[in-house]
């Protein structure tokens, strides 16, 4: 984590804390009812959500030598009242997330085997490869989220998600074509992915945030080739405002 890095998370743990603070001194002014259950509370009004993240994880498989950092805000909407019965009672949610802030780090440049065919033989030779970190920017458009029914507190939560990444510079790193710059992925890259967290209600109008997701990055073939990163592992700490 670079310096740039760790003075913004910094800042966001800061925020989050005099966030909750401020909270907490309101609890006076709050009904009864929304103390006891502030999670059923928040979620029976079907209301809207903003809040404020922070994300980190790694790549696993043959990207486990991947690490990867992001932060944003998220803006969503509960849309409909409980339905389904027993365990998998909720609520349909519709969000989106905005990341100005998205770095992978990757392996320095080196050389690297590449496995090669050319007419009937084949084998292995050495070619230079890119790497380092890359800085983009990251849109999460399509959340699709189920809230299970909450308990007094918590809110746990499902969801599936679609989005898409964007560096200056090709990723993930790849062959370093003659000019120097990496010869077969794109600046574009899309972010399916699935996860699961909760939120843990402070009051009615404010929870503290976990979640786990399973973040899948690949390029469609945008360029001549497409190494994407298979699977990675992120989790997401946050702060939420309902109204």
């Given at each position: 984590?670079?310096?740039?890095?760790?003075?913004?998370?910094?800042?966001?743990?800061?925020?989050?804390?005099?966030?909750?603070?401020?909270?907490?001194?309101?609890?006076?002014?709050?009904?009864?009812?929304?103390?006891?259950?502030?999670?059923?509370?928040?979620?029976?009004?079907?209301?809207?959500?903003?809040?404020?993240?922070?994300?980190?994880?790694?790549?696993?498989?043959?990207?486990?030598?991947?690490?990867?950092?992001?932060?944003?805000?998220?803006l969503g909407k509960?849309?409909?009242?409980?339905?389904?019965?027993?365990?998998?009672?909720?609520?349909?949610?519709?969000?989106?997330?905005?990341?100005?802030?998205?770095?992978?780090?990757?392996?320095?440049?080196?050389?690297?085997?590449?496995?090669?065919?050319?007419?009937?033989?084949?084998?292995?030779?050495?070619?230079?490869?890119?790497?380092?970190?890359?800085?983009g920017f990251s849109?999460?458009?399509?959340?699709?989220?189920?809230?299970?029914?909450?308990?007094?507190?918590?809110?746990?939560?499902?969801?599936?998600?679609?989005?898409?990444?964007?560096?200056?510079?090709?990723?993930?790193?790849?062959?370093?074509?003659?000019?120097?710059?990496?010869?077969?992925?794109?600046?574009?890259?899309?972010?399916?992915?699935?996860?699961?967290?909760?939120?843990?209600?402070?009051?009615?109008?404010?929870?503290?945030?976990?979640?786990?997701?399973?973040?899948?990055?690949?390029?469609?073939?945008?360029?001549?080739?497409?190494?994407?990163?298979?699977?990675?592992?992120?989790?997401?700490?946050?702060?939420?405002?309902?109204?």
């Amino acid at each position: 984590m670079n310096g740039k890095t760790f003075w913004f998370c910094g800042f966001l743990c800061a925020v989050l804390a005099a966030s909750s603070a401020v909270a907490l001194a309101q609890q006076a002014r709050v009904p009864a009812s929304a103390i006891d259950a502030p999670a059923k509370a928040a979620l029976a009004t079907l209301p809207w959500e903003f809040g404020a993240f922070f994300q980190g994880g790694v790549g696993v498989g043959e990207r486990s030598d991947f690490a990867f950092t992001s932060a944003g805000v998220r803006l969503g909407k509960v849309i409909t009242k409980p339905y389904l019965p027993g365990f998998l009672r909720g609520q349909f949610e519709y969000a989106g997330e905005l990341m100005p802030y998205w770095e992978a780090f990757t392996p320095a440049p080196h050389l690297a085997e590449t496995k090669y065919d050319f007419e009937g033989q084949t084998g292995y030779i050495l070619e230079p490869y890119g790497g380092g970190t890359y800085t983009g920017f990251s849109i999460t458009p399509i959340i699709l989220r189920w809230n299970f029914a909450p308990s007094r507190h918590f809110a746990p939560w499902f969801q599936g998600a679609g989005g898409l990444v964007y560096t200056p510079h090709k990723f993930p790193p790849d062959i370093l074509v003659p000019h120097g710059t990496p010869g077969g992925t794109s600046v574009f890259n899309f972010t399916p992915q699935g996860g699961m967290g909760f939120h843990y209600f402070i009051n009615s109008r404010r929870s503290i945030d976990f979640a786990a997701n399973a973040i899948h990055i690949s390029s469609a073939s945008l360029g001549d080739r497409n190494p994407g990163v298979n699977a990675s592992v992120q989790f997401q700490i946050g702060y939420t405002w309902w109204h």
